[in-house]
């Protein structure tokens, strides 16, 4: 059974990076067809997709973040990362790590972490 | 402002029929793109319930079926049980290059 677990800090200050880490557990995150994604929640609001990336390295960003968002993998530690760069409040949120199948979903997902903006 | 429309809410009495509307544009679902639906409890991340407009992943009862036409996709609910009791979200692709949800429906078990 794959697991996911995000990992990070829970409170960044305005116009600094935001940083998490995603592990993934179950199985090796090169195995089989998948992509990676990350999504993110604002408190009672609906889901927003961030990006994703392939365990090549190809990676594809939601055109309103691209400016700010780095995904990167790390194959032999068996996870993958976000970067937000110039964060603002807007960018508080729950983010949630998920196996992304491309054309038909995302199967597994994190518990989510919270990440609040403030000084 | 989400791409994708969802109702804010729908509700229903328990073994009821519910349905949730997800509509799109040519740019989306219009454009082929397949639709898949998530169920999110309280307090929890969402759960894949129906992918490729109309399949069911392993697990989920046959309770849940999905459906596409057009520019909109539909997800009904059977037998409705308080457990449903939940958010539910739609997503496709669209051709903005991006992944895109609708803005979810909750739904309440009277």
């Known amino acids: 059974q794959v697991q996911l677990q995000e990992s990070g800090p829970g409170l960044v200050k305005p116009s600094q990076t935001l940083s998490l880490t995603c592990t993934v557990s179950?199985?090796?995150?090169?195995?089989?067809?998948?992509?990676w994604s990350w999504i993110r929640q604002p408190a009672g609001k609906g889901l927003e997709w961030i990006g994703r990336?392939?365990?090549?390295?190809?990676?594809n960003y939601n055109p309103s973040l691209k400016s700010r968002v780095t995904i990167s993998v790390d194959t032999s530690k068996n996870q993958f990362s976000l970067k937000l760069s110039s964060v603002t409040a807007a960018d508080t949120a729950v983010y949630y790590c998920?196996?992304?199948?491309?054309?038909?979903?995302?199967?597994?997902w994190g518990q989510g972490t919270l990440v609040t903006v403030s000084s | 402002q989400s791409v994708l429309t969802q109702p804010p809410s729908v509700s229903g009495a328990p073994g009821q029929r519910v349905t949730i509307s997800c509509t799109g544009s040519s740019s989306n679902i219009g454009a082929g793109y397949d639709v898949h639906w998530y169920q999110q409890l309280p307090g929890t991340a969402p759960k894949l319930l129906i992918y490729?407009?109309?399949n069911r992943p392993s697990g989920v009862p046959d309770r849940f079926s999905g459906s596409k036409s057009g520019t909109s996709a539909s997800l009904a609910i059977t037998g409705l049980q308080a457990e449903d009791e939940a958010d539910y979200y739609c997503q496709s692709y669209d051709s903005s290059l991006s992944e895109v949800f609708g803005g979810g429906t909750k739904l309440t078990v009277l």
């Open positions: 490729g407009n109309s």
């Open positions: 998920a196996r992304d199948l491309l054309t038909t979903g995302f199967d597994y």
């Open positions: 990336i392939y365990t090549s390295g190809s990676t």
């Open positions: 179950g199985g090796s995150i090169s195995s089989g067809s998948y992509y």
